[in-house]
């Protein structure tokens, strides 16, 4: 019985860690032994995945599992459920999978994402295996490929070799099957000779076309790409002789291009700073541009109207704009391109009509803006992404529409501001940021510029030194915008002029005064809420109203005069119908002393809201009928010690005497809702320092200093009674 390696790429089995793998026959929970080696000298029922995603055998050794015949392959997430082959949790990744020596030696590779990783890999490796490298991080040795593990080899190899931590060497592979090589074609890649006829002559034969990497460089002018063409190589050096675009990638006649992909490229020129690394025309779907560096042109890509694309993995440097998108893209994805010391802008959105683009971690640095957006509709910006040294501004957005901006470090040289909306529409967000201390002479992290609509500002963590990071001093009609959960130095939000719908809160400390907020017809919600214990104030000896809906009819005032102060609502006083039945009106430990009404409360008695009605027992009435007996006069301890012997009398029963008259009939008084009660334990107050005059001592930024805490209620306990329940309750026994 011949026995063969499973089809096993480790590094996608690495989020299963310390999952169990065990082999069935097709269809079946039954069971099969694999094997340790081809000849099946060690067989094993099941094997477990190591903290990286690889088998193990039970000592710890890195093993491949051996099968033969056809079979399916489960992980399980405990040894238990392995053991008794419950496939409920487990997943499947081999269905009817035949073991045969055919599959091809790349079914069975390591798969890594960088050549770093590989070469830092502490696996061994056995002479012979293919390894597969993902994407370019070294543009000397190339990048995205496949390897084949040698001792050191005695010939040389013109495609290069990189040493492995175990001693061995991995040896570059050249041209992948189906591919036209252009050296095949007269490419001489010396960085003389014209090789434009040759890489066209490449292309004609077939839309695979591969660039060996020489040790100088291929030159050519423009050269347009076929629909479906991939041009690829491992670091191959490709240098434009022409002041337009070196490689062209446009509409067809009578049809679109499809499906066409750029990788593993060093793209640069003879004519410093002018023409165009990659031009994408207009009508262009699904377009990859991916592990190239492009440098020294007036652009590095340029794309008018393509879709559904990716721009990913790339080094984009000394051009004068790095990254161009025109009008009319939309479904664009950014993925972690180093986009770095351009003259102009690093990525720049121009001529609107794009959207749905999607910018994934990376860095746009080094230039006077790192992201410029103009009218774009739906731009999402995510992931770790880096804006250091950036002149003006790190992100400048204007005009644009649900452009959201989560995590990343904002640059601390910008002049104008870090984050710039400008005019946009609504449903932006900024989130996640850390912005560090500006050293220019313009201190703000974030600037406002007439935002209409639901724009919210929140988790924003302070570098040390920073200061006022939000500016919304311009956004004259600024619409919604909410700032939260910002952990330093929160807004400059003075002379808003006609701005409405501003709101701050989650904010840990405020660096200046928040005055002339809004006008007659704003609608600006302040609510300061910080871990370090400080309270939002508003300062004023007046009448503080906030508005409903701009209606003078409907307001909720707080009187902050000298005295008690008072809160009145005018208009309705209701909960949100959301949280219908979910809230109390005080509680236990902080109680109304008295509520004043014209009638009494309704309360919801709707029986299709009720288990079915039962009537009342025997021994029940006879508990209501002792109760009713225990009826007493009383008066309120608080109330005697302070109007003596004018306290006034109240009728009632105790909690206490109403819980032991239950439980001497066998009954929980608690199972009823008339017998409450409930435990709090000591309860805290800040101690606020104080002038000679009786007003607060402030901190360095304004707030009340706080110098310790006050025991202003110790823990305790309380019983109480619900005089509508209990009401009935007594009712039921008279009939």
């Not at 496949?146 to 005695?154: A, E, G, K, L, R």
């Not at 499906?259 to 165009?276: A, P, Y």
């Not at 009319?328 to 690093?346: E, F, M, S």
């Amino acid at each position: 019985m011949a026995y063969f390696p499973i089809a096993f790429i480790a590094p996608n089995y690495r989020d299963y860690n310390d999952y169990w793998l065990k082999a069935y026959g097709p269809g079946t929970t039954t069971p099969k032994v694999m094997a340790l080696d081809s000849a099946a000298s060690v067989t094993v029922a099941k094997l477990q995945l190591n903290a990286d995603g690889f088998l193990k055998s039970a000592g710890g050794a890195l093993v491949i599992p051996y099968l033969s015949g056809a079979y399916d392959l489960y992980l399980f997430p405990t040894e238990a459920e392995a053991d008794s082959n419950t496939t409920a949790n487990a997943v499947r990744v081999a269905d009817n999978i035949n073991a045969s020596g055919s599959g091809g030696e790349l079914s069975q590779a390591y798969e890594f994402d960088t050549v770093e990783l590989m070469t830092d890999s502490t696996i061994v490796f056995p002479v012979g295996k293919r390894l597969h490298v993902k994407n370019r991080v070294s543009f000397q040795l190339g990048g995205g490929g496949d390897f084949i593990v040698n001792q050191i080899p005695t010939v040389s190899n013109p495609y290069g070799s990189l040493a492995l931590l175990d001693g061995k060497v991995a040896i570059l592979q050249d041209v992948v099957e189906g591919q036209s090589d252009v050296k095949q074609y007269g490419a001489l890649g010396n960085d003389a000779a014209d090789d434009t006829g040759a890489i066209n002559a490449a292309h004609a034969v077939n839309d695979n076309v591969y660039f060996p990497k020489t040790s100088g460089a291929y030159r050519a002018s423009s050269i347009t790409l076929n629909d479906r063409a991939k041009f690829k190589t491992n670091g191959a050096l490709l240098r434009g002789t022409t002041t337009g675009s070196l490689l062209i990638i446009t509409d067809a006649v009578g049809a679109s291009r499809d499906r066409i992909e750029i990788e593993g490229f060093q793209l640069d020129t003879t004519q410093n700073g002018s023409g165009v690394a990659i031009n994408v025309g207009t009508n262009i779907r699904r377009v990859y541009i991916r592990n190239n560096r492009i440098e020294q042109f007036n652009k590095g890509i340029q794309l008018s109207g393509a879709y559904s694309s990716d721009i990913s993995f790339n080094e984009i440097r000394n051009n004068a704009t790095g990254i161009e998108i025109q009008s009319k893209c939309h479904a664009l994805t950014l993925i972690n391109n180093l986009v770095h010391d351009n003259t102009a802008r690093g990525l720049s959105f121009i001529n609107g009509d794009t959207r749905d683009v999607t910018i994934v971690g990376g860095a746009y640095q080094g230039s006077p803006i790192g992201i410029f957006a103009d009218s774009v509709e739906s731009l999402t910006i995510l992931g770790d992404v880096y804006y250091e040294t950036n002149t003006i501004a790190d992100v400048k957005l204007i005009n644009c529409y649900a452009a959201k901006i989560f995590s990343g470090d904002s640059s601390s040289l910008v002049s104008e501001a870090s984050i710039v909306y400008d005019g946009c529409a609504g449903n932006c967000r900024i989130q996640g940021m850390t912005y560090a201390a500006t050293t220019n002479s313009t201190p703000f992290h974030i600037m406002i510029k007439g935002v209409n609509g639901n724009t919210v500002i929140e988790d924003l963590t302070a570098a040390a030194g920073q200061t006022s990071p939000i500016d919304t001093s311009g956004a004259t009609n600024a619409k919604n915008v909410s700032i939260g959960s910002i952990n330093k130095y929160a807004l400059n939000a003075s002379n808003k002029g006609n701005a409405w719908g501003l709101t701050a809160e989650g904010v840990n400390e405020w660096s200046q005064e928040l005055t002339n907020i809004g006008t007659t017809s704003s609608r600006t919600t302040l609510e300061h809420v910080s871990t370090t214990g400080r309270d939002y104030r508003i300062n004023t000896s007046g009448i503080f109203r906030l508005y409903s809906n701009n209606q003078a009819a409907e307001y909720l005032q707080y009187n902050l005069g000298v005295g008690n102060p008072t809160l009145a609502i005018k208009g309705n006083f209701s909960n949100f119908d959301a949280y219908d039945g979910l809230y109390s009106n005080g509680t236990a430990l902080a109680r109304w002393s008295e509520v004043f009404a014209v009638t009494g409360t309704i309360n919801t008695s709707d029986e299709r809201q009720k288990t079915p009605l039962e009537d009342i027992s025997d021994i029940e009435k006879l508990v209501a009928r002792e109760i009713q007996a225990n009826i007493k006069k009383y008066k309120w301890l608080s109330s005697v010690e302070i109007k003596g012997d004018k306290a006034r009398y109240h009728i009632g029963v105790g909690a206490q005497t109403v819980k032991a008259i239950f439980e001497s009939h066998g009954l929980d008084g608690f199972d009823y809702a008339v017998l409450c009660y409930n435990e709090w334990d000591d309860q805290f107050e800040d101690i606020i320092e104080l002038n000679e005059d009786g007003s607060p001592v402030l901190d360095e930024i304004g707030s009340p200093k706080v110098s310790g805490q006050k025991l202003v209620k110790k823990a305790g306990d309380a019983y109480g009674i619900r005089p509508d329940q209990l009401n009935m309750f007594m009712l039921s026994a008279l009939l």
